[in-house]
């Protein structure tokens, strides 16, 4: 089955499933369609600065809409998605959004117009109708590694865990530099496809080019390890100058939509087939709920009525048993949430017991070496020092305290789901033996995802340069004589580090717990709510039947028989899934 069948039928079977549904799983499936239809995939440009990125971005693009030129420019992260009209949105670190023309765009990406990112931007996001972006890519340029701005390499190191594929470029000459070969090394492990695209190759004859491409995967293979990979050859100058002028022949030089192909080959083939079985299983999942209690109804309605009762009795027993066992378990997470957080408490204690001599001893250090300065110098210099060393050690704590608790919550709330659903699953077999139907094997709810793991559900924890407002004491001390105001500016040290330390392990402390706490909370509540859905779905298929038992004999037998049409167009549907599951999607067939 080719791809683009695949994703009509898929969504044509959501159609149809949808009139049958109620409001929470219309919900569902109208998620589930979206991102059938969206299919959205993050495709980020990296590489070392001077490579022609921004203009390759550009070239894709069909526009001169980012800012290129000789020197190294980009110092934000910009993302482009797709957008019937053209729109351009700053995202700043407060969380304030500022929409902006196109044209200003290089006064908050540049390194000229916004240095060392003194205007706090997080990201710029453009809206752009690229026929590329409207098959679910989201572009991003990222500044480049190994330039004069380190802070560049920073953002685009940052910028790592969001990949979903990226563009690695090269160009004919130089060979791959110290700071490209230690990048690729990081990120390739780690990302799930790298296209390596060889730029400028407008530079070379056709003769030489093959050549290069060589030597290319030579240094690939000598400098990096990988082994055997397409290195894809492009010249975005002419790609761009090719399609703002129209000129095909530019265009085909380039060999730009070469790649775009492969692009679109990968999209389908490995996300797009993800996308749509994932899709299809959920909305399976769903379908196979409602057989459940179409069955479940059928069969209560033409029971005996003593034995029914009967029936409905036992279920409230097993229902009982099965609440307290949810309770056991709830308990149970409760117990490990509470050692997770002693965990941050013991390690917040640490990190103050340990640090506060390592940070005096490091400001001792940046005394000694700077006191015979004047006094009004050498104040500045330790309230700087000051900043600098607390922010850098906190940094560097919260961001490994924040990997290992999300490590650690993570493993907690799967293991609690897999309980509840394992639970759930125990009162859907309990209630298929007791009414005597049969039932296909279905999950309630996934186990948790990362998206609901602590790290993306919450906040970063904050930064903390805002706690340091009360070192400019310093400045007061440059008026007293040189040596009053040494002694005077050690004793503040030595007063001020514990505090500062104490006060912002209290301040990070109070920002774990609080995330940790909010996200078992909002996962005990979802968990419960599933089960609660599934005595229902139960106990509102059998209401029902006991309902339509009390009515005229050809009432029953009306509705018996809508029932089993019902069944029948259900039945259907999931005939239809279940071939789109048991298929293989045809990439090649799908882009013809």
């Given amino acids: 089955m080719i791809y683009a069948e695949a994703k009509d039928r898929l969504t044509s079977a959501i159609?149809?499933?949808?009139?049958?549904?109620?409001?929470?799983?219309?919900e569902v499936l109208e998620d589930i369609d979206r991102k059938v239809k969206e299919n959205k995939f993050n495709l980020v440009v990296l590489g070392q600065f001077k490579r022609g990125k921004t203009t390759f971005v550009n070239a894709l693009l069909g526009e001169r809409l980012l800012p290129s030129a000789v020197l190294p420019l980009t110092s934000i992260v910009t993302l482009i998605e797709y957008g019937p009209?053209?729109?351009?949105?700053?995202?700043?670190?407060?969380?304030?959004?500022?929409?902006?023309?196109?044209?200003?765009?290089?006064l908050y990406v540049t390194e000229k117009h916004n240095p060392k990112n003194e205007k706090g931007v997080k990201y710029v996001r453009v809206l752009h109708p690229a026929e590329l972006l409207r098959k679910g890519i989201i572009l991003v340029d990222t500044p480049g590694v190994g330039s004069v701005y380190e802070n560049n390499t920073d953002v685009t190191y940052g910028f790592l865990p969001r990949v979903d594929a990226g563009i690695f470029l090269l160009t004919v000459d130089p060979p791959l530099s110290k700071e490209e070969i230690a990048f690729l090394k990081d990120v390739y492990p780690h990302v799930e496809r790298i296209f390596f695209v060889l730029n400028k190759i407008d530079y070379v004859g056709e003769e030489e080019l093959q050549e290069v491409i060589e030597f290319a995967k030579q240094n690939l293979r000598e400098s990096v390890g990988i082994e055997n990979v397409p290195v894809y050859p492009v010249s975005a100058k002419y790609a761009l100058e090719g399609r703002v002028e129209n000129d095909q022949e530019k265009i085909r030089f380039s060999r730009i939509e070469e790649l775009e192909r492969e692009l679109e080959k990968f999209l389908l083939k490995e996300k797009g087939s993800i996308v749509l079985r994932s899709s299809a299983n959920k909305a399976l999942s769903i379908l196979s709920?409602?057989?459940?209690?179409?069955?479940?109804?059928?069969?209560?309605?033409?029971?005996?009525?003593?034995?029914?009762?009967?029936?409905?009795k036992k279920f409230q027993q097993i229902k009982e048993e099965i609440v307290q066992e949810r309770r056991d378990s709830e308990f149970l997470f409760r117990g490990e949430i509470d050692s997770l957080i002693k965990i941050v408490n013991t390690d917040m204690e640490h990190f103050r017991k340990q640090k506060v001599n390592a940070i005096?001893?490091?400001?001792?250090?940046?005394?000694?070496?700077?006191?015979?300065?004047?006094?009004?110098?050498?104040?500045?210099?330790?309230?700087?020092?000051?900043?600098?060393?607390?922010?850098?050690?906190?940094?560097?704590?919260?961001?490994?305290?924040?990997?290992?608790?999300?490590?650690?919550?993570?493993?907690?709330?799967?293991?609690?789901?897999?309980?509840?659903?394992?639970?759930?699953?125990?009162?859907?077999?309990?209630?298929?033996?007791?009414?005597?139907?049969p039932l296909e094997k279905f999950q309630v709810d996934e186990s948790i995802t990362?998206?609901?793991?602590?790290?993306?559900?919450?906040?970063?924890?904050?930064?903390l340069l805002d706690a340091f407002d009360a070192v400019g004491k310093f400045v007061s001390y440059s008026l007293l004589p040189a040596a009053i105001a040494q002694r005077k500016i050690k004793s503040d040290l030595e007063k001020k580090v514990p505090e500062k330390v104490d006060m912002n392990c209290g301040r990070v402390r109070?920002?774990?717990?609080?995330?940790?706490?909010?996200?078992?909370?909002?996962?005990?509540?979802?968990m419960e709510q599933k089960l609660n859905q599934a005595i229902s779905f139960v106990e509102e298929a059998v209401k029902r039947a006991m309902e339509l038992r009390q009515r005229g004999e050809k009432e029953v037998e009306k509705a018996l028989g809508e029932l089993k049409a019902k069944k029948e167009k259900l039945e259907k549907i999931k005939e239809e899934l279940k071939e789109i599951l048991d298929s293989e999607i045809q990439v090649e067939e799908a882009l013809v």
């Fill in 15 to 26: 159609s149809q499933l949808a009139p049958f549904v109620d409001n929470e799983s219309r």
């Fill in 85 to 106: 009209e053209k729109k351009v949105e700053v995202y700043f670190l407060d969380g304030s959004v500022k929409e902006i023309p196109a044209e200003d765009i290089p």
């Fill in 289 to 312: 709920r409602l057989l459940f209690q179409v069955d479940l109804e059928i069969k209560a309605a033409t029971t005996p009525l003593e034995t029914l009762e009967d029936k409905i």
């Fill in 360 to 437: 005096m001893q490091q400001l001792k250090d940046v005394f000694e070496a700077n006191k015979h300065r004047g006094a009004l110098e050498l104040s500045r210099i330790m309230e700087d020092a000051m900043k600098e060393i607390l922010v850098k050690e906190f940094d560097d704590m919260v961001a490994k305290e924040n990997e290992k608790v999300n490590q650690e919550y993570a493993r907690i709330a799967r293991r609690f789901s897999e309980k509840v659903n394992s639970i759930i699953d125990k009162l859907m077999e309990h209630a298929a033996e007791l009414f005597e139907i």
């Fill in 450 to 463: 990362e998206e609901s793991s602590l790290w993306y559900k919450l906040e970063d924890p904050p930064r």
């Fill in 510 to 526: 109070s920002d774990f717990v609080d995330r940790i706490t909010k996200s078992a909370m909002e996962l005990r509540w979802a």
